[in-house]
């Protein structure tokens, strides 16, 4: 059964309402899944100018990995959840976008699914997702960010890529996403390494927090009962299982075409 959401301190505004913008009132896996999207690729933000406030939402991927997920994918489950038609488009600095403003979303988010404003810094995973007993919520949830933030490689000291083993890495400098990231994962039976590492950025050490999945056993488990949905990941996937291995830094088309998927 569905947890069933709180939505008594959301209100909608005149274009929420003229533009038949709906709310879900339960914790679907879809609803789950955009969580865990956002998390990783959204900005949510409420601007106070002189007459009016502006509630933007903007979702922003790589251009050429990723546009087929954002066209095909995202704005889709937008629709889906929200009754909101989005467009994706390319900008000037390499990604793709979706950007649109909702009164009734971002309260919806905020106050009924614990999603906090960004800048994200210092965040936690909402509880009605953490303290889920569903497996498919935490597991949709975990797809989500994945599709985002995490990274699907393939390691291994040989310097043929046959000898390669996957990995699913994530990284982070929030300990508390850190921390969350790794309860869902033990919680859904994974087994992960962790630990913390320094980076250097301006001349200046900063902590950042390491998960990996690593192993073909792992990757297969994961596969069955987490998945991704972003098909920059799943046509690494792909040409992994379908030749043994993969080469770094190939882009999306170069792998399509290696699995003979023709586009249009």
């Avoid at 533009?19 to 601007?47: C, R, W």
């Avoid at 994945?146 to 390691?155: G, I, R, Y």
């Avoid at 990995?167 to 869902?184: C, F, G, M, W």
């Avoid at 999306?252 to 023709?262: C, D, T, V």
């Amino acid at each position: 059964m569905y947890q069933k959401l709180d939505l008594s301190d959301v209100s909608w505004s005149k274009n929420d309402i003229k533009n038949a913008i709906k709310l879900p009132t339960h914790l679907t896996e879809d609803l789950s899944h955009f969580l865990g999207i956002h998390y990783g690729d959204g900005y949510m933000k409420v601007q106070k100018r002189s007459k009016r406030i502006d509630y933007r939402l903007i979702y922003s991927g790589h251009s050429i990995n990723e546009q087929d997920w954002y066209e095909n994918y995202i704005s889709h489950l937008i629709k889906r959840l929200f009754n909101k038609d989005v467009v994706p488009r390319k900008t000037v600095k390499n990604t793709i976008r979706i950007y649109f403003c909702s009164k009734a979303i971002i309260e919806f988010l905020n106050k009924a699914c614990e999603v906090p404003y960004s800048p994200k810094i210092n965040i936690k995973i909402p509880s009605i997702v953490l303290e889920s007993e569903e497996f498919c919520i935490k597991s949709a949830f975990l797809r989500g960010l994945a599709d985002t933030d995490f990274s699907l490689v393939f390691k291994g000291k040989c310097k043929k890529y046959s000898n390669h083993k996957p990995t699913i890495d994530h990284k982070t400098s929030d300990i508390r996403l850190h921390e969350d990231i790794k309860k869902l994962l033990s919680d859904l039976d994974f087994n992960f390494c962790s630990g913390r590492t320094k980076n250097f950025r301006k001349g200046k050490a900063h902590d950042s927090y390491y998960i990996q999945i690593n192993g073909k056993e792992n990757l297969k488990k994961w596969m069955k009962n987490i998945g991704f949905s972003s098909s920059n990941h799943l046509t690494k996937y792909e040409v992994w299982k379908k030749y043994g291995f993969l080469v770094p830094k190939t882009d999306i088309h170069r792998r399509k075409s290696l699995l003979k998927i023709f586009e249009p």
